[in-house]
DNA sequence: CCTGTTAATTTTTTT
DNA sequence: AATTAACAGG
């Protein structure tokens, strides 16, 4: 075909593109036209592959960069897919869209969001909001969340959106069955309450992108003329609407490539398919299908234990990866008497490995995989015991936390006043003397006047039943306004902005109020997370500024218009959208010399010299819940399988014999899993992983010999290195010191936002002067995220928490 | 209206 | 064990 028209580099430097890759891997990148499916198993150079691809087309193919779509699954991959086509093809790689299904839906969404009835402006929510809505619902149709759990009626109506089910379907399926029928209702409702907020979920933004698609052939051919190369990364994570959408925008060019592993679909309980990458060969007859089997990561008895787990699943495609590699390292197996034993042993390996002398294995080659987050917390004594430094990811994201989402809400509900979600989130947060009924009340009257409920508040002198709190309620409808107009002035700094909003709602003097009546050290300091966030807004300005000049000078697809404004409304508005859509994952510096905590599902995609598998157990890993169904265990099966492959040279696998479950001390067998490893791969520690299965948490082996390791049975040496505070309390020396808090963004605590302020050189016992409460003595001073909280006396006699730099004291 | 108490409830995760 | 929701009392 056309594919060949253009040569955008010299040949050579596009052949230099299948330079060192091997037979297959070369074939894949030069893969002319038509349907590609790529099934590469784990560490078989996949990224390469697709990279070089995307480069070949480039510069061999003479494919214009805008030509090509490239979609992975979260943010982290997009990004680290960009850099490395940009290495291989130079800047002009900016114009090709690489990103998340969600975020380029969104995109094309916004430009034609009258078509499926939203404003251009639509809110992205998120899970917990979800939660939130899906309550509100039940409680409007008198539904008892005792029989109707509202986790579980959001998951039902979570699937049917995956499964591009709609409302009237989802009713019509239910038929005459009771239950479902009222989650069909809750359904409607939760669906008419997110339209009239103007919000979208993660769910709908892929149902209404098909939608829009399915109604509008002249949106659809626009998009499918323009990407004539789709690729799709993690194939097998897709669920059906992602399915339908790739269907859809490849149908024109058929220029297809998926790339996928079915042996690493652990996705399935958010509605991913593995039947979507089993029956790509059906879908599209005559397709090309190359299989990556050589793994270029971990050595001989890391993947022969991998193929021997992997090889009891059915229902797979038939494949076994190979290394040219020698054998390497048993795993190790330990079967540890409980969970304190199994972290100290960890610690000792851990320490013992890179003390050595002449050793070069660092902390940040090695990790802890776990099935549940809930094990990480068994680790950390021991770490913290060696000195070892560790991070543990996952858990609560950053973007999700309380105080965080609060001064979200804030800055949603400035620029979008009819946004009633962001609204019940914060009317009472900092308290401001305004409770459960009052609010009722004003949802009630904004419903029967079809106002929005920030109206209700700026108008309550007009309501008789609002008499007695409609001060309070104007009061803040009146702060949102003020808010509004400092944001439309327009002459503040973003971050400058956001740290103007987060003192004006009194969330940080909240916060320092109840860190007064608690004073137990937060070990997450909320302060200094408010902080961060706003280190956070001085990046997203850079790097808006930075795109917007790229932007400038090319090209711009008719969906990055907006790049083009750059007052605070509209960076505002984008800054939102991304932390709806941005995980602490996104953010990992790689070089940073700690050891990693994380789940399985978190570790795929990444590898690491030397993994720790721990809690290898029945019950915990496959977990409890999985033995309900064959397909549940094959999952987890799968779990284990990319576990394992994350290791390039080192394994081990550990289990306790008993272990605290919910509280309760139970006696764990050795995972079936464990028991799939061939004899001749593996090392057994403490006992063996075969028979040992008797019941009762005691054994009188009493412990055992470390095999090679002295460092473990001494728990009396604590090792002090700077590094132990990672997930200590964090220290910061007061003025102008960098927060220590999240040690991955390590981004100076002074920002613009705060630069404003000079560093003040206040002290425990100084007079100062303060604008409202006059003169006073500071009688405490508590360092926090480069500012403090200073406790000051006045003369008044009032004694007053407040932050240094926004209190504007005068030294006296 | 707010705050302190008891009772109940537990995968995995991204977007 | 630990977090979180419902509930009673100031």
Do not use: W
């Given at each position: 075909m056309d594919l060949f028209d253009t040569i955008a580099l010299p040949p050579e430097n596009a052949e230099?593109?299948?330079?060192?890759?091997?037979p297959q891997q070369a074939e894949a990148v030069r893969h002319a036209d038509g349907p590609l499916l790529i099934l590469a198993?784990?560490?078989?150079g996949k990224t390469r592959v697709i990279t070089h691809r995307i480069a070949w087309l480039i510069?061999?193919?003479?494919?214009?960069?805008?030509?090509i779509l490239a979609i992975t699954f979260t943010n982290k991959a997009a990004a680290e897919m960009k850099s490395r086509v940009e290495e291989l093809?130079?800047?002009?790689?900016?114009y090709m869209w690489i990103g998340t299904f969600h975020s380029m839906m969104i995109r094309i969404l916004r430009r034609f969001a009258d078509r499926v009835g939203y404003e251009r402006s639509f809110a992205i929510i998120d899970t917990d909001d979800q939660q939130k809505v899906v309550k509100n619902c039940l409680a409007e149709l008198n539904l008892p969340e005792k029989t109707f759990a509202p986790k579980a009626v959001h998951s039902a109506i979570s699937s049917a959106k995956n499964d591009l089910v709609g409302v009237e379907e989802y009713a019509r399926l239910a038929g005459n069955d009771y239950r479902l029928g009222k989650i069909a209702a809750v359904y409607r409702l939760y669906q008419e309450r997110l339209r009239k907020s103007n919000s979208m979920d993660f769910d709908d933004v892929l149902y209404e992108s098909v939608r829009l698609f399915k109604e509008n052939p002249d949106v659809l051919s626009e998009y499918q003329e323009r990407f004539r190369y789709i690729l799709v990364d993690e194939?097998?994570?897709?669920?059906h609407a992602q399915y339908q959408l790739v269907h859809l925008l490849s149908a024109?060019?058929?220029n297809l490539c998926v790339v996928g592993d079915d042996d690493q679909s652990i996705y399935s309980f958010r509605g991913a398919n593995i039947q979507n990458i089993l029956d790509f060969e059906k879908d599209f007859k005559g397709c090309k299908v190359i299989k990556l089997?050589?793994?270029?990561?971990?050595t001989g008895n890391v993947l022969d234990a991998a193929n021997a787990v992997i090889r009891?699943?059915?229902?797979r495609k038939a494949k076994k990866l190979w290394t040219?590699?020698?054998?390497?390292e048993p795993i190790t197996f330990l079967r540890a008497e409980n969970h304190s034993e199994e972290g100290r042993y960890i610690a000792g390996e851990i320490s013992r490995m890179v003390t050595r002398?002449?050793?070069?294995?660092?902390?940040?080659d090695m990790a802890i995989l776990y099935r549940?987050?809930?094990?990480s917390r068994n680790l950390e004594a021991a770490l913290r015991e060696h000195g070892i430094p560790y991070r543990i990811f996952g858990g609560m994201r950053f973007y999700d936390r309380k105080e965080i989402k609060d001064v979200i809400a804030y800055l949603r509900l400035i620029l979008i006043p009819s946004d009633d979600l962001s609204f019940d989130r914060i009317i009472q947060v900092p308290k401001r003397g305004i409770g459960e009924t009052t609010v009722e009340q004003v949802v009630a009257i904004a419903a029967r006047e079809g106002l929005s409920r920030l109206d209700v508040c700026a108008r309550a002198a007009h309501y008789p039943e609002l008499a007695r709190p409609a001060a309070r309620l104007q009061q803040f409808a009146e702060m949102i306004d003020r808010l509004r107009d400092k944001l439309m002035i327009n002459d503040l700094g973003f971050a400058e902005y956001i740290e103007y909003v987060e003192n004006e709602s009194g969330l940080i003097q909240e916060i320092i109020d109840q860190r007064e009546k608690s004073?137990?050290?937060?070990?997450?300091?909320r302060i200094e997370n408010l902080k961060e966030l706003l280190s956070d807004a001085v990046e997203f300005e850079n790097g808006r500024r930075q795109l917007r000049e790229m932007a400038e000078s090319g090209e711009l697809a008719p969906?990055?218009?907006?790049?083009?404004t750059d007052d605070l409304f509209s960076v505002l508005s984008s800054f939102i959208e991304r932390a709806a859509l941005?995980?602490?994952?996104?953010?990992?510096?790689?070089?940073?010399d700690y050891v990693r905590l994380l789940t399985i599902h978190s570790a795929k995609g990444l590898e690491f010299g030397t993994v720790f598998l721990i809690g290898a157990e029945e019950g915990l890993f496959p977990?409890?819940?999985?033995?309900?169904?064959e397909a549940a265990i094959e999952e987890e099966r799968r779990l284990a399988y990319v576990a394992i492959t994350r290791a390039k040279r080192k394994l081990y696998i550990t289990t306790a014999r008993s272990r605290l479950v919910f509280g309760q001390t139970q006696s764990m067998p050795v995972s079936r899993f464990v028991r799939?490893?061939?004899?001749?791969?593996i090392e057994e520690i403490g006992g063996s992983r075969l028979g040992d299965n008797r019941l009762g948490g005691y054994s009188d082996e009493g412990g055992f010999g470390y095999a090679h390791g002295r460092s473990g049975d001494l728990p009396g040496r604590v090792t002090q290195t700077p590094?132990?505070?990672?997930?200590?309390t964090p220290s910061v020396s007061f003025p102008g010191a960098p927060a220590?808090?999240?040690?991955?963004?390590?981004?100076?605590?002074?920002?613009s936002a705060t630069r404003?302020?000079?560093?003040m050189d206040l002290r425990k016992g100084d007079q100062v002067r303060h604008a409202k409460f006059g003169l006073g003595r500071i009688t405490s001073l508590e360092p926090v995220a480069g500012d403090a909280i200073v406790v000051i006396e006045f003369q008044s006699g009032e004694t007053k928490r407040l932050m240094a730099r926004m209190a504007k004291l005068e030294k006296i």
């Open positions: 230099n593109l299948l330079q060192g890759l091997n198993g784990a560490g078989s510069s061999r193919g003479g494919v214009r960069p805008s030509a093809v130079g800047p002009e790689s900016q194939y097998q994570d897709t669920n024109r060019h058929r089997e050589q793994n270029y990561r971990s009891c699943n059915k229902g040219s590699e020698g054998a390497g002398p002449g050793s070069c294995q660092r902390y940040r549940l987050n809930a094990l004073r137990e050290n937060d070990p997450v300091d969906e990055d218009r907006d790049l083009l941005y995980s602490e994952m996104d953010e990992d510096r790689e070089n940073q977990g409890y819940r999985a033995n309900e169904s799939d490893i061939p004899d001749q791969l590094a132990a505070r990672f997930a200590g220590a808090g999240r040690p991955v963004s390590a981004a100076p605590a002074a920002t404003a302020a000079e560093p």
